[in-house]
């Protein structure tokens, strides 16, 4: 049996599926996807750039792109990120943690899942040196690793990140993306069984800045990856993670943020692949839009294959729109192959910011300003303080304030949609 | 003290047909110390009141006036207004997930008092009154009004109000749908607010019940957009017994003979 559940399908098959689209409002904010063509287990993914062509922008998994922002980074032939590339690499590492630079022939490259779309095979063809992080076997980091990814031009450039814990280790690794860059980057995750990973990827580049990043993780028996993003800065952001369950027992947990300004284009498109039984999936993503021609895209896509009996998932995707003139789009999408699963749900609501409780707030004394503050911060908190990493969640809190200082100045100005304001 | 005055106040709420008219000549004066009761059926307009006080964005003043101790309260805005002293329990209390109950009280009494409260002598405040409210200690961690229980919800209003501790308070319907233990325990949140702090109140109620808590001294019977009838205490107790049917259309002689 094939569920897949759409709005048009929220059938409720035997196992405890439940499926929430009570809270998903049709306020032209919010739009649901067309039944997506095929199964996603029958997505092609490969290593050779001629399987994969250049998209036009109709394929399935570009149609909310803004394919021409990221043509440069179709090309065939990338420079590598130390081969002439305007992207560095640099890694401050635990003192239990290795760090590597590897050329393209190391065996270890590869390993997590194949390229899934034409900016991650253009990734995985145009690097020339990756970095690989190792957290050796029963290993527990004592702090956490950051891996520095900074940009410093536009030449479309490839970089290629592994990030392995070995068996029964743990620790926290850091992505930090700065700067101004045209990049397309693999980040590749492998967590061997019993490890336990957080791996955090924040995109805070500079404006201008095109980024498409493929994660791919691979999760071992009782392994727990945490996998967090955080997208604030640049002008398109495209960020893929896929996770596959290699062995039972195990457990991943995808938590994104994201807060979007004026004409900036922040999508995020993730695949959790239930392979195998008895594993566990959570993902919650949150973000905030704000400005004339923001426009964020969440596409989760959850496929729990025949043998997957007993499998948990649960995923949400909630959208603040602040301003008039952004876009949210939010397409959960849930595949179902067995009826044998311990629980499966979904969740997507987008929202307008809600007068009602400005209105509460001001009537309490608290100026407009501040009750706008105090809503958006209350609808991140949850999720920041889910994130777990002290350093992530203090940088969060201030990037937040950041970003709402821009829409207040906007409406301070007396005009929330002017898109200059907030740019 | 204080003077609260509304006079030949219209008001009309948008709805998507346009603006429709809700009051319709509203006349109250309201002084420090002074408990006046509202007393209506549901549809006449108590509520349009209340948010045309405390100057809900939905409620448009067409006509009239509101001042207070001389101030021009529609010229403020509605945290403006606040801080001048007005406060209003509101019949449905608003949802804010992820603002905690604590940091919500916080910010209002900072921003109220214009100075951040003294820490030590504020968290004893916040304790006690929630003591007096019989509200577990929990709460102050939860996010404001999200999951509260109607009656939790009306005592986190109370609450409010006792930490507040504005000049006026409107209260909304604070009555219904509390049970007798609730009724009598927010009733005395109120008595004690009023007795320590001289506050004007408009006790706004479908029921006569919360009368026998809360002693008005003025009772105003509110029918289709304004003031129909107006009297003390004894006025509440001949509508418990008759009920609001002479003020219902049919009976419009009999309400202006009375009122006359
Ligand atoms: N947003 C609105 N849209 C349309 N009608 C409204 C709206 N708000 C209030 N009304 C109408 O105004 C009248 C008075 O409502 P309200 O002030 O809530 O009365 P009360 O509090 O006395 O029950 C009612 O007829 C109600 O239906
Ligand atoms: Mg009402």
């Known amino acids: ?423 | 003290m204080s003077t609260l005055e509304i006079r030949d106040l219209h008001v009309s709420v948008e709805t998507k047909e346009g603006p429709k008219p809700i009051l319709r000549g509203v006349d109250l004066t309201i002084n420090s110390g002074e408990v006046h009761a509202i007393m209506g059926p549901n549809g006449s307009g108590k509520s349009t009141l209340a948010y045309s006080i405390a100057g809900h964005p939905k409620y448009q003043v067409t006509g009239g006036s509101i001042t207070f101790d001389g101030q021009d309260v529609l010229a403020m805005t509605v945290d403006e207004r606040a801080r001048a002293g007005v406060f209003l329990a509101m019949q449905y209390p608003v949802e804010v997930p992820g603002v905690s109950v604590s940091n919500f009280l916080r910010t209002a009494k900072t921003a109220i008092d214009g100075e951040a409260p003294p820490l030590r002598h504020w968290v004893k405040d916040v304790k006690s009154a929630m003591q007096g409210l019989r509200m577990d200690d929990s709460f102050a961690a939860r996010s404001v009004n999200e999951g509260f229980s109607g009656g939790e919800k009306k005592r986190h209003e109370i609450l409010q109000m006792e930490l507040l501790r504005p000049k006026f308070a409107v209260l909304d319907e604070t009555d219904s749908g509390l049970d007798v233990d609730a009724l009598r325990i927010v009733s005395e949140g109120v008595n004690r607010v009023h007795e320590s702090t001289d506050a004007g109140i408009l006790l706004i109620t479908h029921y006569t019940r919360i009368l026998r808590y809360i002693t008005p001294d003025f009772v105003h019977v509110f029918v289709d957009g304004k003031v129909a009838e107006e009297g003390g205490p004894e006025l509440a107790d001949r509508l418990e017994s008759e009920g609001y049917d002479r003020f219902l259309p049919g009976a419009v002689e009999s309400a202006s003979a009375a009122s006359a």
């Open chain 1, 1 to 423: 049996m094939t569920t897949t559940t759409t709005p048009e399908e929220t059938g409720a098959p035997a196992g405890g599926l439940t499926t929430d689209h009570s809270r998903a409002q049709a306020d032209g904010a919010h739009s649901h996807g067309v039944v997506p063509q095929g199964s996603r287990a029958e997505r092609l993914t490969s290593f050779d750039l001629a399987d994969i062509p250049v998209p036009t922008g109709r394929e399935e998994e570009w149609r909310f792109s803004p394919v021409a922002r990221i043509a440069p980074l179709f090309e065939d032939r990338l420079v590598g990120q130390s081969g002439g590339g305007d992207v560095r690499v640099t890694v401050v590492e635990a003192p239990e943690v290795s760090v590597e630079i590897v050329g393209r022939d190391d065996e270890r490259l590869g390993t997590a899942g194949k390229p899934g779309d034409r900016t991650a095979v253009t990734a995985w063809n145009g690097f020339e040196q990756a970095t690989v992080v190792t957290v050796p076997r029963e290993a527990v980091a004592s702090d956490v690793t950051s891996v520095r990814v900074e940009g410093s031009g536009d030449t479309p450039t490839a970089s290629h990140v592994l990030v392995r814990a070995e068996r029964h280790s743990e620790a926290v690794v850091v992505l930090d993306h700065l700067g101004s860059a045209t990049l397309t980057e693999t980040v590749e995750i492998v967590v061997e069984d019993g490890a336990h990973l957080t791996v955090v990827s924040v995109q805070d580049w500079a404006d201008g800045a095109v980024h498409t990043s493929s994660h791919r993780a691979r999760i071992g028996r009782d392994a727990r990856l945490k996998h967090v993003v955080v997208t604030l800065g640049g002008d398109v952001v495209r960020i893929t993670p896929d996770a596959e369950f290699t062995a039972e027992g195990g457990e991943v947990e995808m938590v994104g943020l994201y807060f979007a300004d004026a004409n900036q284009h922040q999508e995020h498109r993730l695949f959790v692949d239930h392979a195998v039984p008895r594993c566990k999936s959570r993902v919650t993503y949150k973000g905030a839009l704000q400005g004339e021609g923001a426009h964020t895209v969440w596409v989760g896509d959850v496929l729990i294959q025949a043998e997957a009996e007993g499998t948990d998932t649960y995923e949400l995707n909630r959208n603040l729109v602040l301003t008039d003139g952004a876009r949210a789009d939010s397409v959960p999408n849930l595949e179902i192959e067995t009826g044998e699963i311990e629980g499966a749900g979904h969740a997507s609501a987008t929202g307008r910011f809600d007068d009602e409780q400005l209105f509460y707030l001001q009537a309490r004394g608290i100026p407009e300003i501040e009750a706008r503050r105090l809503v958006v911060r209350g609808f991140f908190a949850e999720l920041i303080a889910d994130i777990g990493v002290e350093s992530v969640e203090e940088r969060l809190l201030e990037a937040i304030e950041r970003e709402l200082n821009k829409s207040m100045s906007a409406i301070e100005g007396g005009g929330a949609t002017d898109a200059e304001g907030v740019a």
